[in-house]
């Protein structure tokens, strides 16, 4: 079946540094992916989504300064994390529509500290 | 504006006993409909869908959900709870024509011996 696959799984980095996340569509094309943050023991918040081809449309409150994507192609969208700080700390999600619903990549644990 | 209630952000059963897990929608437009379960620290994994097809779906590990749109419901049920199935649940409406999924708060399910 339909796989995403998001790397890494958990990164640590110092405050102040940027941090690359990657998300990727195994054997299907995503025109179309989403960023998601969740906090501990709560829901997932729509961050953003990355177009291939064009700019990404980000959710209100959400600064696109500070989480940079980008589609490269249609199997691989990243979320860049740019000058972290301890309350970036978070669950990063992404998830590509595929027939009516969507398959979600395994997660990145970001710790800035 | 679509959105999905979950009553209850904690449920606890003993295993083999059912399993209620309760959302309800909102929505103007016919809605498609999404249980998703994840596990600690991992991705969102589909569990199971409504599309407009038959209102009771059949997911995977037994679960199963009942499409009633004069409740607006989308409750999910398993008769007999296993020791596995402790995690957390979310349900998802979709936005149509958008692919975007808007989710439930969750609720974390707890199987006791």
């Known amino acids: 079946g339909a796989v995403v696959s998001q790397h890494p799984s958990w990164v640590i980095c110092k405050s102040g540094t940027s941090v690359k996340i990657e998300c990727r569509s195994l054997d299907f094309q995503a025109t179309t992916m989403f960023w998601y943050r969740q906090f501990p023991k709560q829901s997932l918040m729509l961050m953003a989504t990355?177009?291939?081809?064009?700019?990404?449309?980000?959710e209100q409150g959400v600064e696109k300064d500070k989480f940079l994507i980008n589609h490269a192609s249609l199997t691989l969208s990243t979320l860049t994390v740019t000058s972290a700080h301890p309350e970036d700390s978070s669950f990063y999600i992404c998830?590509?529509?595929?027939?009516?619903?969507?398959?979600f990549g395994q997660g990145t644990r970001l710790t800035v500290v | 504006a679509q959105s999905v209630t979950q009553l209850g952000s904690h449920v606890s059963v003993s295993e083999g006993a059912l399993v209620l897990l309760r959302c309800n929608y909102s929505?103007?437009?016919?809605?498609?409909l999404f249980w998703y379960v994840q596990y600690p620290n991992q991705g969102l994994q589909l569990l199971l869908k409504?599309?407009?097809?038959?209102?009771l779906v059949k997911g995977i590990n037994g679960f199963e959900a009942e499409f009633k749109k004069s409740e607006t419901s989308f409750h999910l049920t398993k008769p007999s709870a296993h020791m596995s199935d402790a995690a957390e649940y979310f349900c998802a409406v979709s936005v149509r024509g958008t692919d975007k999924l808007i989710f439930g708060t969750g609720t974390r399910l707890q199987v006791f011996p």
């Open positions: 409504y599309t407009s097809a038959a209102t």
């Open positions: 990355s177009n291939e081809g064009s700019k990404a449309t980000y």
């Open positions: 929505s103007s437009v016919p809605p498609y």
């Open positions: 998830s590509a529509p595929r027939g009516a619903g969507a398959f």
